[in-house]
Nanobody, 125 residues
Framework: QVHLVESGGGLVQAGGSLRLSCVAS????????VAWFRQDPGKEREFVAA????????DYSDSARGRFTISRDDAKNTVSVQMNDLKPEDTAVYYC??????????????????WGRGTQVTVSY
């Protein structure tokens, strides 16, 4: 069983930065593609960014591209997302998700096998 634990959320002013991290355990980390999703209450879970099991390929939502950077450190079983120039509309609970299928490119939550519990990001005006 894979366990994912997110950290790094918090309160930041608009224009500020946060770095979220996701530590995985329970499965060979290099077999996992990892993504970040976010969700506001009453809204659907939204894709943010993903990185392939090899680390060679990344994918970003339109809102994240140019502001967020996803990376992985296989030695630490960690995937991080550096979020810069944060906006109030980035406020949400951010979830880490992992996919062991070796298929990369899906942005739908149902394609991901494992989920963390989330970390709150709040961006104030």
């Amino acid at each position: 069983q894979v366990h994912l634990v997110e950290s790094g959320g918090g309160l930041v002013q608009a224009g500020g930065s946060l770095r979220l991290s996701c530590v995985a355990s329970g499965l060979t980390f290099t077999t996992l593609s990892v993504a970040w999703f976010r969700q506001d209450p009453g809204k659907e879970r939204e894709f943010v960014a993903a990185i392939s099991w090899s680390g060679r390929t990344t994918d970003y939502s339109d809102s994240a591209r140019g502001r967020f950077t996803i990376s992985r450190d296989d030695a630490k079983n960690t995937v991080s997302v550096q979020m810069n120039d944060l906006k109030p509309e980035d406020t949400a609970v951010y979830y880490c998700a992992a996919d062991s299928s070796r298929h990369f490119g899906s942005r739908h939550p149902s394609e991901f096998d494992y989920w963390g519990r989330g970390t709150q990001v709040t961006v104030s005006y």
